[in-house]
């Protein structure tokens, strides 16, 4: 069965890629950091008897031979972190699958249909603001004008590939779209307190919230601070803090939404300088379509009227538009069953996190095992899941994966 010492130990080879001062974990995609990883993936794969390559678009893939004519199944995650974050979300997954798959080699269990493992390329967006890009290659919903988004240093998606070495064009792109896939299967950490809260160290996914990322850039007047009266300013940071505070009053107001201010730019940033332009991210989200655009809505137009009645110009640009998905109900029933096969209380949870499975929404079925987090914490150097929860994932992994192939 499955291996655990073995898993920790390449979880914690992983993490030493990209490691950073503080004990967090910096990996962008098309980074070298990102290609070394990638490399010692590969031969993890390689020492599960997996055949290796590498799609149009840099996902990794490992694949496993079945009966010739039977659909796919897809199982993975990632391995790009988010900027200083923990070394458990994305990999978990990625190394779960693997090490599955190289305990029923080990076994000398055979599987009816072909199986790949998949460690997608750049599922969080952070180098380039725009995530998911090789789940959205491999559902087929990637788009050239996609690549063109650029990175802080204005290097673009197309550029990085071609410098990491995948050059593309539209036909190759089409190449990395997966036809006949009969499901994907993924283990994910938690990022959250519901399993904690029941002392369970693993739980079924029930769905996956849809984020809408947008980009808003307020412009006021950049002025001397001492010789400006407070009458005649046009100081775009207080118009944006007047603007970022009311998203969390509107996200508090329409459960189970939730919006974010990640990141924000203040120009010319000087201590004697007033502020004339201000430029920030929100990250909305929610299991509910509706009430997440309901959240957007709110927000806009009190930005709007903000701008307007404080003679500002208001920019704003959508990053991403992603709908949420619900899992697979057969799938979720397998996987409570696995779950209860290894002796746990069956406790099934929303996902609040995006992940590569919700490209895959009217395409393919999907599933989702979450693995306990300590204290919740996740996209944080303090991140982290116990060995013993890390295995009952991969074992709830490894008998659904059984159950999904026999029918």
């Known amino acids: 069965m499955i291996n655990i010492e073995r898993l ?60 010739e004519g039977l659909p796919v199944i897809l199982l993975g995650s990632h391995i790009d972190t988010v900027p200083n974050g923990g070394k458990f979300d994305g990999p978990v997954g990625v190394l779960s699958a693997i090490e599955v798959l190289q305990a029923l080699n080990e076994e000398g269990v055979s599987l009816r249909h072909p199986v790949k493992v998949i460690s ?53 792109l089409q190449t990395a779209k997966m036809d006949k896939v009969k499901a994907y299967l993924e283990v994910h950490i938690e990022q959250g307190k519901v399993l904690e809260r029941n002392n369970v160290g693993v739980g079924n996914v029930t769905g996956i919230a849809g984020p809408v990322w ?42 189970p939404a939730v919006a974010t201010v990640g990141k924000i730019a203040v120009s010319p940033n000087g201590v004697n300088v007033i502020p004339g332009e201000v430029e920030w991210t ?20 009190f930005a709007e009227r903000t701008a307007e009645e404080r003679d500002m110009r208001l920019e704003i640009s959508e990053l ?40 895959f929404k009217d395409r393919i079925p999907i599933g989702m095992i979450f693995v306990r987090s300590i204290d919740g914490i996740s996209h944080n150097p303090r991140e982290l899941s116990l060995a013993e929860d890390i295995e009952k994932g991969a074992e709830v992994l490894y008998r659904t994966l059984l159950k999904l192939d026999r029918e």
């Not at 929100?282 to 137009?301: F, G, L, P, Y």
């Not at 899992?327 to 290894?342: F, P």
């Open 320 to 359: 991403q538009r992603v709908p949420p998905v619900g899992c697979d109900e057969r799938i979720q029933t397998l996987i409570q069953e696995s779950i209860a096969e290894i002796g746990s209380e069956t406790v099934s949870l929303p996902s609040g996190a995006g992940h590569d499975g919700m490209q």
């Open 282 to 301: 929100i990250d909305i989200r929610s299991t509910d379509e509706k009430r997440r655009d309901e959240v957007e809505r709110a927000i806009v137009a």
């Open 8 to 67: 920790m130990s390449r979880l914690e080879e992983l993490s030493k890629i990209g490691k950073t001062e503080d004990g967090g974990v910096t990996r962008f995609s098309f980074t070298k950091e990102e290609a070394e990883a990638n490399a010692l993936v590969a031969r993890y794969m390689e020492e599960a008897g997996l055949t290796v390559e590498y799609d149009a678009v840099g996902n990794l893939i490992g694949s496993r031979e079945g009966e």
């Open 120 to 172: 997608f390329k750049d599922e969080e967006g952070s180098r380039f603001g725009f995530g998911m890009i090789g789940s959205r290659a491999v559902a087929g919903t990637l788009a050239m004008e996609d690549l063109e988004r650029t990175d802080e240093r204005g290097v673009s998606i197309l550029q990085a590939m071609e410098e990491a070495g995948f050059p593309l064009d539209a036909a190759k």
């Open 214 to 255: 947008l980009k808003m850039k307020v412009v006021g007047e950049a002025e001397h601070a001492g010789a400006t009266p407070m009458g005649q300013r046009k100081d775009a940071l207080v118009a944006a803090s007047m603007i970022i505070q009311e998203v969390e009053k509107i996200a508090r107001m329409h459960p």
